[in-house]
Nanobody, 121 residues
Framework: HVQLVESGGGSVQAGGSLTLSCTAS???????MAWFRQAPGKEREAVAA????????YYTSSVKERFTISKDNAKNTLYLHMNNLKPEDTAMYYC????????????????WGQGTQVTVS
């Protein structure tokens, strides 16, 4: 079955950088993967997404030009490179996947990792 395992979270000062990694198994070519986040007391939000075949990338407006999503297909690993981090980026970050982009970005992705905490102070 599909497994998503995140790593790379941690604590960083504002203006700093972090890179999250998500090792994926059994994700089909042409599927969609994304990073979501959820802060305490807030709704979860889609942060960045891309197709596994290396197509277009998508970002929520608050992270554009600061975050970059990428994938190394040889390593079956999805990344989220986060620069110029702000306190409002503090959240649990989840790697997600689905065969449908619409379902992934606008509804409820089928597959979720366990999450990795990012704290910006």
């Amino acid at each position: 079955h599909v497994q998503l395992v995140e790593s790379g979270g941690g604590s960083v000062q504002a203006g700093g950088s972090l890179t999250l990694s998500c090792t994926a198994s059994l994700i089909g070519y042409g599927s969609c993967m994304a990073w979501f986040r959820q802060a305490p007391g807030k709704e979860r939000e889609a942060v960045a997404a891309m197709y596994t075949d290396g197509g277009r990338t998508y970002y929520t407006s608050s992270v554009k030009e600061r975050f970059t999503i990428s994938k190394d297909n040889a390593k079956n690993t999805l990344y989220l490179h986060m620069n110029n981090l702000k306190p409002e980026d503090t959240a649990m970050y989840y790697c997600v996947a689905d065969s449908s982009f619409l379902k992934l970005w606008f509804q409820n992705p089928t597959y979720w990792g366990q999450g990795t905490q990012v704290t910006v102070s």
